[in-house]
T-cell receptor
């Protein structure tokens, strides 16, 4: 299993541009998550999904959108990039009703200039 | 979710046991203690979890005090590869999906 994969690894955006961060997992997990991590800080939950077609807001959803059309994929969309969205983005998945061991991807480092 | 308090940094000599403390004095009866670590900006990695009994797996041991207000993660024989930021997280098994990552403890293993 590849686990959780994320693309791209790095990206630089200009203010106002849009992009989609891709996340795919091959473990057939129903639950998937998007976090962001600012320098020197812990992770903050952006959005999560408990299954295909179901998404919900986390702690910091403003400026982002998600969709979940399949079990495997959970893309994160930035519509109008702002410098405040400069961060490292992590995708994660887990298999309920297990003990909440989340499996994380390698991250996408995004810079908005 | 209950708030946790961890020291910002710790050092440990290679080969010795690393003991990482965590205070969670407001923990509720249905909340578990989880530990994750993050090595050099990689994605966080699950280590161990527990409710009230001490737990051990191939990576670490978790000691939870009887009143459950604090816990200690023990890496029995620390290696250089254990250098990472360690996060102590408290949350219920079901319900709120948010894992609240604080700033953690930066553990440095000294050769």
């Amino acid at each position: 299993n590849a686990g959780v994969t994320q693309t791209p690894k790095f990206r630089i955006l200009k203010i106002g541009q849009s992009m989609t961060l891709q996340c795919t997992q091959d473990m057939n997990h129903n639950y998937m998550y998007w976090y962001r991590q600012d320098p020197g800080m812990g992770l903050k939950l952006i959005y999560y999904s408990v299954g295909a077609g179901i998404t919900d807001k986390g702690e910091v959803p403003n400026g982002y959108n998600v969709s979940r059309s399949t079990t495997e994929d959970f893309p994160l969309r930035l519509e109008l990039a702002a410098p405040s969205q400069t961060s490292v983005y992590f995708c994660a998945s887990r298999d309920p009703p297990s003990v909440n061991e989340q499996f994380f991807g390698p991250g996408t480092r995004l810079t908005v200039l | 979710d209950a708030k946790t308090t961890q020291p910002p940094s710790m050092d440990c000599a290679e080969g010795r046991a690393a003991n990482l403390p965590c205070n969670h004095s407001t923990i509720s009866g249905n909340e578990y203690v989880y530990w994750y670590r993050q090595i050099h900006s990689q994605g966080p990695q699950y280590i161990i979890h527990g409710l009230k009994n001490n737990e051990t797996n191939e990576m670490a041991s978790l000691i939870i005090t009887e009143d459950r207000k604090s816990s200690t993660l023990i890496l029995p024989h620390a290696t250089l590869r254990d250098t990472a930021v360690y996060y102590c997280i408290v949350r219920a098994l079901f319900g709120n999906e948010k894992l609240t990552f604080g700033t953690g403890t930066r553990l440095t293993i000294i050769p």
